[in-house]
């Protein structure tokens, strides 16, 4: 199990790219996932120069226990961080568009301006702010769905949408 070691990958001599173990594992002993889960703090806390952390989640699903309780960790650390979705080469490429963010918590990172098209439900129950879509032409139904703050949401070339896409939305 590869997932299971941490790799150090050495980039143009100047920095690092660190995998961790991987913290999702359905048929892993608690004792196992214990350990990760102490390697993963123990080197998250104890390194001063990291740059980013990159939480990769799969896009098949809703974000599991494990996904939460990462994405709370790294929030009370003040670390930055991003959340990428993976795994979309597993699913039908009609569907990723659909369900992509839904029930996502953190997605002010995230950089919509080259999005053209937003699939029904993309972004349902979601917490994003003030997403800037300026090349999205058509919204599919209930895309920002009780989103909890959409601020100033910049679709400038909307053309097409669905009267309820902010149905619910804060």
Known sequence: FSA?????????????????????????????????????????????????????????????????????????????????????DKIAVTKVPDYTFKDCQALSWYDFTNTVEIGKESFYNTAINNPQCLKVTSVGERAFAYCDNLGDVNLKKLTTYNPNIFEGSG
């Open 4 to 88: 299971l070691l941490t790799n150090f990958f050495r980039i143009d001599n100047q920095l690092y790219f660190v995998d961790l173990p991987g913290y999702s594992f359905a048929n892993m002993p608690k004792e196992k996932m214990a350990k990760i889960s102490g390697t993963i703090d123990s080197y998250l806390k104890s390194r001063k120069n990291i740059a980013l952390v990159v939480m990769l989640v799969d896009i098949r699903h809703k974000p599991t226990k494990d996904d939460k309780l990462m994405y709370d960790y790294l929030i009370n650390s003040e670390l930055n961080f991003i959340i990428v979705p993976t795994k979309a």
